[in-house]
């Protein structure tokens, strides 16, 4: 059975960092589109990374403030995010699929999400 679990969340004030964790299960690691999404109240999942093989790919707009990383090893993957602003302020999940592909694109498998606060 796949499993995601997502920790790391919390209240932080703008400007202030936080790493996320999401510990995988129940599949072969290396073989999966990994990805890191996250929903604001009222607005549309959004993907902010994804993760296959050795590549990784980030929206324009957390480019730079956001960096995804994992360890294959332990099945983990990572957000860090810096420079955090109030709209940040959502539900991060990860998600993964055996054919997400480079964009993690049509996931099947999620976490139930840890919530960021930022506050201003």
């Known amino acids: 059975e796949v499993q995601l679990v997502e920790s790391g969340g919390g209240l932080v004030q703008a400007g202030g960092s936080l790493r996320l964790s999401c510990a995988a299960s129940?599949?072969?690691?290396?073989?999966?589109?990994i990805g890191w999404f996250r929903q604001a109240p009222g607005k549309e999942r959004e993907v902010i990374s994804c993760?296959?093989?050795?590549?990784?790919y980030y929206a324009d707009s957390r480019k730079g403030r956001f960096t995804m990383s994992s360890d294959d090893a332990k099945s983990m993957v990572y957000l860090q995010m810096n420079s955090l602003k109030p709209e940040d302020t959502a539900v991060y999940y990860c998600a993964a699929d055996a054919w997400g592909g480079y964009y993690c694109d049509g996931m099947d498998y999620w976490g139930k999400g840890t919530q960021v606060t930022v506050s201003s």
């Open positions: 129940g599949f072969t690691f290396d073989d999966y589109a």
């Open positions: 993760i296959t093989g050795s590549n990784i």
